[in-house]
């Protein structure tokens, strides 16, 4: 259907590379340094490939149990992770990715994975709650309870001292990483009020050099908590839909905080400005009598002079902002479906993006 599609007039393919495999693809990595990426696709496989090679993966890894959820490679290139709804996490070595080191099964499903900034050590997110560490090298497995509901999000700060997550149930928990409990676990509502289904907590960051946590929700509704204790400091009401991802520039001229939503607009907060609303970057899916907006599935800082970020959307395009003027200054086409995954690497330039249409798109901005 999608070949097909891509063979019809006025099509337009600003990808550099495209890697087809017929399924949707709901994970990829780039590496550090090598032109080489990473996919997930919907077939259960984990597929290696060279840039410059898309007609064959290099190396295709033992199928799983069930759908890839996170893909990607430490932050020195030399080893290589992968992880599945079946509960299962398989690190290999790079480029000899044959070694498979000590896999392990959490006994719950992988809702995320995400590597420590600098150290060889994965953080894994649950569906019953639990957050795993697995340090391969050392053979050594880690697990802790943040929350009784699902982890939906979360991640290691960027100093890697503590991680975080947010969960279904509402709930954001912060673990220094040398603790043995919990530091703090917050409601991502006023305390006074009941929690609902809608305030599922769906994304979180945290503020380098600055004392805040920013999550979103699935009701569209962002708060700033505090770092230390998990206190909530703002509210934030500016989105009408689920918020599907958050990032964070601090640069020296001030804290800039992005949230992405299902509403198709990402919003650019001035943090140190009472979190006011800098500017709304608007995804425009078409313009008619009305101007529908297309559903945001994903974003990444670009860590530039001036800090940029990609976004992804249903509508298969990806878009490059500027984040302290708002305004678009790339849309790349190609895709024929929603955008399931991205990833960026800023010193190359690049950015993969796997998609519904069953392909794995590299673009470039100059």
């Given at each position: ?71 990607a490679f430490n932050a020195d290139g030399t080893l290589l992770a992968s992880a599945s ?179 198709g607009r990402a919003v650019v907060w001035n943090a140190l400005q009472d979190w006011s ?22 974003v990444r800082a670009v860590p530039t002079t001036p800090p940029r970020f990609i976004t ?55």
């Amino acid at each position: 259907m999608y070949l097909a599609a891509e063979a019809q007039p006025g099509y337009v393919n600003d990808a550099v590379a495209t890697f087809r495999l017929g399924h949707p693809i709901y994970a990829v990595g780039l590496h550090p340094a090598e032109p080489v990426l990473v996919t997930g696709a919907g077939d259960d496989h984990v597929y290696l490939w060279h840039t410059q090679e898309t007609e064959q993966p290099g190396a295709t890894f033992e199928k799983a149990q069930d759908t890839p959820v996170g893909a990607a490679f430490n932050a020195d290139g030399t080893l290589l992770a992968s992880a599945s709804m079946d509960g299962k996490l398989c690190i290999r070595q790079f480029p000899m990715v044959e070694n498979e080191m000590a896999p392990l099964d959490t006994g719950s499903e992988i809702t995320w994975m995400s590597w420590h900034p600098t150290q060889d050590s994965v953080l894994l997110g649950t569906e019953e709650g639990m957050l795993w560490v697995a340090t391969p090298h050392d053979d050594a497995f880690d697990s802790y309870y943040m929350a009784s509901a699902s982890a939906l999000c979360g991640g290691w700060t960027p100093d890697g001292k503590a991680t975080f997550s947010g969960h279904a149930d509402g709930s954001v928990a912060y673990r220094m990483a040398d603790a043995y409990t919990t530091t703090w676990c917050a409601v991502a509502a006023a305390p006074e009020k009941p929690m609902y289904a809608g305030n599922a907590v769906t994304a979180a960051a945290v503020c380098p050099d600055h004392p805040y946590v920013v999550v979103g929700c699935a009701s569209g509704t962002c708060f700033v908590l505090r770092r230390d204790n998990g206190r909530v400091l703002k509210r934030l009401d500016e989105h009408t839909q689920s918020v599907e991802g958050i990032v964070v520039h601090s640069t020296r001229a001030g804290l800039t905080v992005v949230t992405v939503s299902v509403d198709g607009r990402a919003v650019v907060w001035n943090a140190l400005q009472d979190w006011s609303v800098r500017h709304v970057c608007r995804h425009v899916l078409e313009e008619g009598d009305g101007v529908e907006l297309a559903a945001i599935t994903g974003v990444r800082a670009v860590p530039t002079t001036p800090p940029r970020f990609i976004t992804t959307a249903v509508d298969g395009a990806v878009r490059l902002w500027d984040s302290l003027s708002g305004t678009l200054l790339r849309t790349w086409r190609g895709h024929l479906a929603p955008v399931l995954s991205l990833d960026v690497h800023a010193g190359h330039k690049t950015v993969i993006t796997g998609s519904d249409d069953g392909t794995a798109r590299l673009f470039q901005w100059s």
